[in-house]
């Protein structure tokens, strides 16, 4: 039994693999995966420095630097993601070969 495809067949292939190559490539991107821990770490720093006790604010000699920290990390991931919403990574091109 041999297998016959059109060229609507081959066409259609083509454009679903660059669909999941591109969706590949967002979902890889090292902005998302930067943005995304440090967002999730400056939850948790931040929410530690808000729960901070006087003993542990006179360690730090009076500053709560959980608090500053965790909205540093905050702003440094939604910088990430901003980055990665506002200036996507375009879809690979077609390969051409030269010989």
Do not use: C
């Not at 016959?4 to 490539?25: G, I, K, M």
């Not at 943005?35 to 901070?52: E, K, Q």
């Amino acid at each position: 039994m041999s297998d016959h495809y059109s060229d609507r067949d081959v066409q259609r292939e083509v454009t679903e693999l660059e669909q999941q190559s591109a969706t590949a490539t967002r979902l890889f991107d090292i902005r998302t995966i930067i943005g995304g821990l440090f967002v999730v770490y400056g939850v948790i720093v931040t929410l530690a420095g808000l729960t901070a006790s006087k003993a542990e604010l006179a360690k730090a000699q009076g500053v709560n630097i959980n608090l500053w920290t965790g909205l540093g990390m905050l702003a440094l991931g939604i910088f990430f993601l901003l980055w990665l919403w506002l200036r996507p990574l375009a879809p690979p091109g077609p390969s051409s070969d030269e010989e």
